[in-house]
C-alpha cells in the first residue's frame, strides 16, 4: 500500500517495522464538548484505514487519547460549578456514543491524559537530564533549538519561526531561554486540577501527552501517526522534538493528515453560526449518510459540507443499500443451479471490480475511487441479475459489496425494522432503569435504539421517539 508521508511529502509504499503488525496512534479530541462535524473526519478516515489494514491481515494496534485535562474543560467546570473531571468523563462518554454512531471501532486502547501523569514526569526527567529541557519557577520548558530536526515535518525554518515569534510574545514567558521553547508542565493555579511532581504541583503540557501515550501503548517507533492537519504544526512538530530528544530514534515513520472541512466554503467556528455538532446532524440524517459522505472525498483534500452536498451522499448511499434490499430479495427465491456462460462472465467482472477497490485503497487510501467502483458493481448487480439468476452468483455479488462497503465501515446489511412495541418496550425499561439509577443499562438501551436509527428525545410529557 503506498501512503503519502507527510514528512518526506511523498507517496511511499507502506513498510510495517515488524512483519504483518501494524501500530498506528491518532491524536484524539480534548473533551468539553460535543464533537463537531470536522472531528469526526479524522476519526472515519483513520477508522477506514485501520479497517482496510485488518482486510489485508495487519495485526492492528490502533491508539487514539482523551486528552481530558486542558484550558478548555478547566474553564467549562468553573462555569458550571464541577470539577473538572466531570466534564471529561461527560464527554468522553458522548463521543464514544457519537463514534459508535459512525460505526468507528473502538481504540485498541484509548489512553486518557490524567491516567498516565507518572509517565510523563519520567519522559520530562530524561528531557532535563539529557540537556533539552529546563525548569523555571515551576514550569518546565522544551529547550527547543536544542533538537537538530525541529522543523523537519511542517517544513519550517527555526529562524523565521523565531522572528514570528518574539514580535507576538506573551507576557509571562519572558523566563524563558528562548521565544520557540515550550512548556512540557506547568505550575499549577488555583482551583485546576493538579499533580505533584518534582517541579512542583502541576499539569503536563498538551503536545507531551502524545508522546507519552503512544511510547506505551506502541512502543518508541510507531508504525502511522495521523492527525488533521492543523496538527502538523506545533503539535507533531513538537510531538517528534520531545520523543525524539528523549527516545534518541526516529518517532514515527508515516505521518497521515486529514485535510480540514469546511462548511458552505467558509471555516466552521461558532461565531460564524456555521458550527455543527454530529449529535445535531445525527437528528436531520443517519450517521452513516455522513461516513459515507466525508468518504466520498479523497482524505487529503479539502471538503465542503453543505445540505446539499450530504442529501446527494444520501441518495447515493440509498442507491447500494436498494440494490443490496433487491439483492437480498432475489437470494431468497434464487434457484440453486450451475452458473451458464454469462454468469460466469459476471463473476469474473465482479473479481476485477475487488482489485480495482483494492488497487484504489493502495493508493493512499483513496476512498473515493473505490466507491466509484462500488458504483459499478452496483449497475452491474442491477442490471445483470434478475429473478432467473443462478443463487451462486447473487450471492457471491451480495457478498463482494457488503464486504467493500464494510471495509469502508458502511453497513449494508437489510436489518429487520425494529417493531413499534419492541421500541416501546425498551424505551420502558429505560424508564425504570433511570429510575433505579442504574445509568449504564438505560444509556445503553439508548446506544441499541440509536443503532437502529431510533432518536429519543426526553420531554416534559415523556419520552417520545422517531425513527431518522
Ligand atoms: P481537537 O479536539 O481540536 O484537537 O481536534 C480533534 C481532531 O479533529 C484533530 O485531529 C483535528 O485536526 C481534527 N479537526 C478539527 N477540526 C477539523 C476540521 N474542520 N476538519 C477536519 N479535521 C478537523
Ligand atoms: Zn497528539
Known sequence: MKIYNTMTRKKEEFVPIEENKVGIYVCGPTVYDYIHIGN??????????????????????????????DDKIIRRALEEGVPSSDISERFIREVKKDMQELNVMEATVHPKATEEIPDMIEMIRTLIDKGFAYE???????????????????????????????????????????????????????????????????????????????????????????????????????????SEAANGVEFARYWMHNGFLRIDGEKMSKSLGNFFTIREIGEKYPLQVIRFFILSAHYRSPLNFSDQLVESAKSSLERILNAMGRLSDLLAKAEDRELDQKEQELSSRVQEYVNRFEQAMEDDLNTADAISVIFEMVKLANTGLKETSAKAVISEVYEKIGKLCDILGIQTEVKEELLDDKIEALIAERQAARKAKDFARADEIRNQLAAEGILLEDTREGVKWKRK
Open 40 to 69: 469526526a473526519r479524522p476519526m472515519i478516515v483513520f477508522d477506514t484505514l485501520r479497517r482496510y489494514l485488518l482486510y489485508k491481515g495487519y495485526d492492528v494496534n490502533y491508539v487514539s487519547n482523551f486528552t481530558d485535562v
Open 136 to 242: 523555571v519557577n515551576g514550569t518546565v520548558y522544551f529547550r527547543t533549538r536544542s533538537f537538530p530536526g525541529y522543523g523537519k515535518l511542517s517544513g519550517k525554518n527555526i529562524d523565521d519561526l523565531e522572528a514570528g515569534h518574539r514580535s507576538i510574545q506573551v507576557a509571562g514567558e519572558q523566563e524563558k531561554e528562548d521565544a520557540l521553547d515550550f512548556v512540557l508542565w506547568k505550575p499549577k493555579k488555583e482551583g485546576e486540577p493538579c499533580w505533584p511532581s518534582p517541579w512542583g504541583e502541576g499539569r503536563p503540557g498538551w503536545h507531551l501527552e502524545c508522546s507519552v501515550m503512544s511510547r506505551k501503548y506502541i512502543g518508541n517507533i510507531i508504525d502511522i501517526h495521523a492527525g488533521g492537519e492543523d496538527l502538523i504544526f506545533p503539535h507533531h512538530e513538537n510531538e517528534i522534538a520531545q
